[in-house]
């Protein structure tokens, strides 16, 4: 017998799950985010193991899903400059490099962006070959002023070996120290939307060294020797390198861990889960499992890119979400309370009204320290001067809509699909949904982030594009899936476990005899 951990980092609140080896749950909680994230961790992992009353020692994996990637892209902290090579002239010279980057990224991640010569066509031939005076006397330049080197080429997905050769040469003239990362490892196909997630993953490297080494700090604090790893989006699981490696792959991590957690806790395999925070209601699609990947370029603080996230739709309610009402329109949002709920919020004698308030005084939502039903529902009506029925009525009559709206945004087709409920403010959501078969709202739905990061697997994906005129597709395709699986076994899966999650050959549009493979597999840690 063995025990995991999951826990989740989201801006209002650090939970934390305490596990079996059988993923049953043996303890749970939930405790407000601190400034200084790692108290917070620290706070719920203590908790949970009291909690549990187990030997610590018999804690064997402790995994960690966080929100410090994406925060800091977005409020644009501790960020490292970047220099980024683009390999692919007498190519690619119309669109410069972060050409549409917004204008205080680019300020802040710098001005060293070089075009050299080199590059391939899809199916392997060279557009011309690398120039290394050119390249060395460009990255003299940048010596001394940048933190961390992205290098992207041309069709690097199909070779990368120019980049990996850039790689080289750049650690000889910067040191081997520089943070580099090479957009094959990265991206998908397209060349713009691949070095734009790259320069990303560089910029990011210094922020996820800290992060690492602050999770890594406060498990030693507690006497742990547990294995360590960080969700990823697509809701499987890295190593400490990895992340440190590519921290881009944490973004959208959160909402990934609700979907595999909330099917998890229901039992059911596919359906569309409503993750419901203080914010936001963050609905996504469940296909075995998993959750669905988007096909569209994800925009992350502001740039466009082309790797794998998951198919998430936010719409501005939680549990914190303001309420107004004017001339009988009622408004919900787009802002919240957050984590001040217990300041600003009438229940709590402040002088907002949000979606908590309503759900106290309807005794569907309890929360130490509010008001009573009937003195709260005097107040409200007091402070919106209407009769506390409308309120409600018209607050409800708002949910119902902008919750079927999401949910008909989800779905691909008109049959009608569960929808399972999960979060902290999951109370608010109709029980009955148009569009839904059914509204489940399973056990340990709080919690179910918590426990999506540590029901997580491991996993490794490989995609290239091949030229069938040559080559032949299903021999590439068996050695692409083998090259896979061993990828995998040396992360430490079980053989017997690993599970094929997408095995795919998509003829690419105007390029004759182009298809693209992509294989991808995930499994259990041998225990």
């Not at 683009?86 to 991640?109: C, H, N, Q, V, Y």
């Not at 009608?416 to 999951?426: E, F, M």
């Not at 040396?490 to 294989?519: N, R």
Request: hydrophobic share 40%; charged share 20%.
């Amino acid at each position: 017998m063995y025990y995991k951990i999951g826990v989740d980092v989201g801006g209002t609140n650090t939970d934390a799950v305490l596990v079996s080896n059988k993923n049953v749950i043996l303890a749970k909680t939930k405790q407000t985010t601190s400034t200084t994230i790692s108290h917070g961790i620290e706070n719920a992992i203590k908790n949970v193991i009291s909690e549990g009353n187990i030997p610590t020692e018999k804690i064997k994996y402790i995994m960690l899903g966080t929100t410090h990637c994406t925060n800091a892209l977005v409020e644009r902290k501790n960020l490292n400059k970047v220099g980024a090579i683009r390999i692919g002239l007498p190519a690619s010279r119309a669109l410069p490099i972060m050409t549409d980057f917004p204008e205080d990224l680019k300020k802040i991640l710098g001005k060293h962006n070089y075009l050299v010569h080199g590059g391939y066509e899809f199916d392997g031939r060279l557009i011309s070959p690398l120039n290394e005076k050119e390249i060395k006397g460009y990255l003299l330049k940048m010596k001394g002023e940048v933190e961390s080197l992205s290098i992207t080429g041309i069709f690097s997905k199909t070779l990368p070996n120019q980049e990996l050769k850039v790689a080289e040469w750049a650690k000889n003239v910067l040191g081997t120290g520089i943070k580099i990362s090479c957009s094959h490892q990265v991206g998908g196909l397209g060349l713009l939307e691949r070095e734009n997630a790259s320069i990303l993953n560089a910029s990011l490297k210094g922020v996820a060294t800290k992060m690492v080494t602050a999770f890594k700090e406060t498990i030693k604090k507690l006497g742990l020797n547990s294995q360590l790893f960080i969700g990823q989006n697509d809701g499987t699981l890295m190593s400490l390198e990895q992340v440190q490696e590519f921290p881009v792959l944490t973004i959208s991590s959160g909402p990934t861990n609700s979907i595999r957690g909330a099917g998890a806790l229901s039992k059911i395999s596919n359906g569309i889960v409503i993750d419901v925070g203080g914010t936001t209601s963050d609905g996504g699609v469940l296909v075995n499992y998993f959750p669905r990947e988007s096909t569209q370029s994800a925009q992350i603080g502001g740039v466009r890119t082309n790797f794998r996230m998951p198919d998430v739709v936010a719409v501005g309610i939680g549990g914190g979400t303001t309420i107004r009402i004017q001339k009988e329109h009622c408004q919900l949002g787009p802002d919240s309370v957050g984590y001040q709920l217990k300041e600003k919020g009438i229940a709590f004698g402040g002088n907002v009204l949000t979606i908590s308030d309503v759900f106290i005084a309807e005794e569907q939502l309890q929360i130490a320290g509010a008001s009573r039903s009937e003195i709260l529902k005097k107040e409200i009506s007091k402070v919106m001067n209407l009769p506390y029925e409308r309120i409600l009525q018209k607050v409800k009559e708002t949910i119902q809509i902008a919750i079927e709206k999401l949910v008909d945004t989800l779905k691909t087709d008109g049959k009608d699909i569960p929808v399972i409920a999960c979060g902290g403010g999951a109370f608010l959501l109709p029980q009955k949904i148009a569009g839904a078969s059914k509204v489940v709202f399973p056990e340990h739905m709080e919690v179910a982030n918590a426990f999506g990061a540590c029901i997580a697997q491991i996993s490794s994906e490989e995609e290239i594009v091949i030229n069938t005129i040559q080559k032949n597709e299903k021999n590439e395709l068996k050695n692409l899936l083998e090259k896979v699986t061993t990828n995998l076994l040396q992360k430490g899966a079980l053989a017997s476990s690993i599970d094929v999650l997408m095995k795919e050959s998509t003829p690419l549009a105007y390029l004759p005899g182009a298809v693209k493979l992509k294989v991808k597999l995930c499994g259990d840690f041998i225990s």
